[in-house]
């Protein structure tokens, strides 16, 4: 099971947390922070597996991560997940990532977590390992942004129809009417 996903930058600094079990905030800044420690200090010619660190679980748990330009992201899992399984987890993420945002950057992080969120949940919910096959993943994605535009539309609708009525100068409207001559509609009613 995972227990853990981060990815934080060169620096430390998270840019996603998702915590599968629970830990209060002071204990995940403590275990982002030792776990940042435990990865950068790794050499890139190295393993990407290595012991989970003290706060995290320890020897029953293990980080997988990997190194993408200014972003490391490691996922804390426990001995009955396959790691090279979870790395190709970790090369699905970012994949889907790069197509999404069209070339990922640390700033699309930043700046759109929510859909950072949606396409993890995509892939992991509950420590559990939902979706692997990308072409599935970017499916969903593409349905949900659809769904996003037609709300979007909706909820437009109303400011559309206030925009319409202001550009329709009802003041001059009203003037231009032609009403009937009252004294002559009159004299043709018959009672």
Do not use: W
Request: proline share 3%.
């Amino acid at each position: 099971m995972i227990k853990a996903i981060l990815v934080f930058n060169n620096h430390g600094k998270p840019r996603l947390t998702k915590f599968y079990q629970y830990f209060n905030e002071e204990m995940q800044q403590q275990i982002i922070k030792e776990t940042f420690q435990l990865v950068s200090k790794r050499d890139d010619n190295v393993c990407n597996f290595l012991e989970g660190g003290s706060l995290i679980g320890g020897a029953d748990y293990k980080l997988i991560y990997r190194h993408y330009a200014t972003l490391y992201f490691v996922f804390c899992v426990d001995s009955s997940e396959s790691e090279l399984g979870i790395l190709d987890l970790i090369q699905v993420f970012v994949e889907t990532l790069d197509k999404c945002f069209e070339n990922v950057c640390e700033l699309d992080l930043i700046f759109h977590v929510d859909k950072v969120h949606y396409i993890l949940n995509e892939l992991v919910m509950g420590g559990m390992v939902l979706e692997t096959n990308m072409t599935e993943i970017i499916t969903r994605i593409e349905d949900q942004n659809k769904l996003e535009k037609q709300e979007a539309g909706l909820a437009a609708a109303p400011a559309r129809a206030v925009s319409a009525v202001k550009n329709m100068n009802l003041p001059q409207q009203i003037k231009d009417i032609k009403l009937p001559d009252l004294p002559a509609a009159i004299k043709d009613l018959k009672f």
